[in-house]
């Protein structure tokens, strides 16, 4: 942490200024729009249902950045107006729900189209154009998964964002004002944001949030690939504890024969909220972020490339670590999924009910929208009803009217 603040402050100080000043402005700007967003929710939807979706502020802060900079962003605005029309399409997820197969292809749609907006090149064949939509289509739905199963904690999305938001800013050279702009306001989204959802049950990016930010990362992937802008190598290190803890619960899963589709309990973060109740669950996040980074400059002393040393530091750090942290701070019964075998194998009522029980809990804790919250108090009054049903049969068999 220590080198990022010193990367940071050796700018030029009248530089420093107009970043500092951007920074305040646009994070005053979450603040007051966070403010009439919870409003206008409650006022249409109550105030039992926590507001969500909030996620499509960081494109237009970004487009009304450009707008206002035409020198600095303007070959951008394209891409945050289409991330942010496809935040706007992915709200309705938010609000009344869409089925997977729907959000799936949104998302492939939207990566595909970013891609050919972004990385597409008159050198390009046919068939080489074909393979790279798809496979920047695929990339999209899977960041946006990604993305979308790290979206379950109090300020858990909202770090990601900020720490994404410092690599760019620190990270790029003076010359690129783009990222280093989008490196500030990603970070003014992020603490602005994060006044909010350090509060439970105050405002959620929703699962529109999780899209703009796996679009986001795609927009500095493809830049990347094609060379278009220089994107700091240091944000493989934001990614690989998310990549690893998606990857270990789909193990998982896979194991238990788990519908993929369905919510899942078991990712590390979730583990640690739910067992002591604070910010904890940050960080593993954070500590995984510099050491990846701070392993891979010791890596690059012996003439490794940078993106080498970094996929290196996180392949060989992010497991171990990670295992680590599952082992001393996750249940014991869920380091390897055995509270779902537990579940499948027991013939005890009893058993069954404490975690049919436990699984209620977490759906509500972790419910992030208004059509997942209806959904479940929907299935907690059929099981309700059921057992009334049960109950007034047994009375009518023991002769009870």
């Not at 496809?86 to 089925?99: E, S, T």
């Not at 899977?142 to 858990?156: C, E, H, K, P, V």
């Amino acid at each position: 942490m220590l080198w990022i603040t010193l990367n940071i402050f050796k700018k030029d100080s009248l530089d420093m200024q107009g970043y500092l000043v951007t920074l305040l402005t646009f994070i005053l700007m979450t603040i007051v729009v966070g403010k009439i967003y919870i409003l206008a929710w409650n006022k249409s939807y109550g105030q039992k249902i926590t507001p969500a979706g909030f996620g499509v502020l960081l494109p237009i802060m970004l487009l009304i950045f450009s707008i206002l900079n035409p020198e600095i962003l303007a070959n951008s605005i394209l891409n945050f107006s289409i991330i942010l029309f496809a935040g706007l399409i992915y709200l309705l997820d938010d609000l009344k729900g869409l089925n997977h197969l729907l959000r799936i292809s949104i998302a492939f749609l939207f990566g595909a189209i970013l891609f050919l907006i972004e990385g597409l090149s008159e050198n390009h064949s046919n068939l080489y154009l074909l393979a790279l939509i798809i496979f920047f289509g695929v990339i999209s739905v899977g960041l946006t998964n990604m993305m979308n199963f790290y979206d379950g904690a109090d300020l858990n999305l909202a770090s990601i964002v900020l720490i994404t938001g410092i690599i760019l800013f620190s990270y790029t050279t003076p010359e690129n004002l783009t990222m280093k702009n989008v490196g500030i306001m990603m970070s003014a989204f992020g603490l602005g944001f994060g006044f909010f959802n350090i509060k439970p049950k105050t405002l959620y990016m929703g699962d529109a949030g999780s899209f703009v930010v796996a679009l986001f990362f795609l927009y500095l992937i493809i830049n990347f690939v094609t060379f278009k802008e220089s994107v700091p190598l240091e944000l493989i290190a934001v990614l690989t504890l998310p990549f690893f803890d998606v990857f270990y619960v789909m193990l998982i899963r896979v194991y238990f024969k788990h519908d993929m589709l369905s919510r899942n309990y078991l990712h590390l973060y979730q583990r640690i909220y739910l067992r002591y109740k604070r910010l904890y669950h940050l960080l593993p996040l954070l500590i995984n972020v510099f050491a990846v980074i701070y392993i891979a400059k010791l890596i690059e002393m012996h003439s490794i490339e940078k993106i080498w040393a970094l996929l290196i530091a996180g392949s060989l750090f992010t497991p171990i670590f990670y295992i680590i942290c599952r082992f001393l701070f996750v249940d014991k019964s869920y380091f390897f999924g055995a509270g779902e075998r537990k579940f499948i194998e027991s013939n005890d009522n009893s058993v069954k009910e404490e975690i049919i029980y436990e699984k209620n809990s977490y759906e509500l804790m972790f419910s992030r929208s208004r059509s997942d919250w209806m959904k479940i108090q929907k299935n907690r009054l059929d099981k309700l009803q059921q057992v009334t049903d049960a109950m007034q049969r047994l009375g009518k068999h023991a002769g009870f009217k």
